[in-house]
């Protein structure tokens, strides 16, 4: 057999690709059945994934959707190569603290509330308009740089609910703080970058980490943690 396989290691993974007509055979896939998928929806009865290997194949990937109630169990995703993506949806995981997504320049919705992220950037994303983001108990750093449409994202962000964001990035803070309102008061709008406070001691930056104050030892931390 001369085709072209994508691995596809994670058990749920493969139900999901099974149960959508997608034929799987010793955990790899043909990568010209998958090429073409345009939406995952991960909203129904389907068990959880923990492993988005193969994933890098979905190249026509437009559409990606997983709220699973909190029954999130996979803890990173790389959505590099899916550069088609316009609208992501990743709802209810706790097990998710960090993800990028500087390459996905076509972004134009982004859902990824009541998790488990510290800190997120979407000054690489210039196209979303409509972010929701509320109910991450640990995010205490938000980007919001690049904006192509400050009017169009006033009506369409949900930035509150975040309890330890202290610092918000933007290009333009009158602006901000006269149209993006719906934050929590204890969120400050910055233009030159979130102010920190040096932690020479790296045991002393482990400390702050375990107790969710920062998010990487890096001889620094926001004050507003």
């Given amino acids: 057999d001369c085709g072209v396989y994508t691995a ?8 999901y690709l099974t149960q959508n007509g997608i ?9 010209s059945d998958i090429s073409g998928i345009t939406t ?6 389907y068990n959880p994934i923990a492993n988005f290997d193969g994933i ?31 609208f992501l949806e ?39 308009t409509k972010l929701f983001c509320s109910g991450n108990s640990n995010l205490f750093a938000l980007n919001l740089k690049g904006r192509a449409d400050q009017a169009a994202f006033e009506t369409g962000n949900t930035l509150n609910s975040n309890p330890k964001l202290s610092c918000i990035e933007v290009d333009d803070i009158d ?12 969120a400050s709008y910055y233009s ?6 040096a932690i020479p001691d790296p045991k002393f ?21």
């Fill in 192 to 197: 030159t970058g979130c102010p920190t406070t």
């Fill in 90 to 128: 990743i709802k209810g995981n706790d097990h998710l603290t960090t993800i990028d997504l500087s390459k996905n320049t076509q972004l134009q919705e982004l859902n990824i509330s009541d998790g488990a992220l510290t800190s997120l950037d979407i000054s690489k994303n210039p196209l979303i």
């Fill in 175 to 186: 602006y901000a703080t006269a149209n993006w309102l719906n934050k929590d008061t204890a």
């Fill in 205 to 225: 930056e482990e400390a702050l980490i375990n107790n969710q104050l920062d998010d990487i030892i890096d001889g620094k931390v926001l004050i507003g943690n």
């Fill in 8 to 15: 596809i290691p994670d058990l749920g993974f493969e139900y």
């Fill in 40 to 45: 995952i929806d991960l909203t129904g009865d």
């Fill in 56 to 86: 890098q194949d979905f190249a026509a990937l437009t559409n990606f959707k997983y709220n699973r109630g909190g029954q999130g169990v996979f803890s990173s995703i790389d959505l590099s190569q899916n550069t088609n993506l316009a």
């Fill in 23 to 31: 034929t799987v055979s010793d955990k790899k896939v043909l990568t």
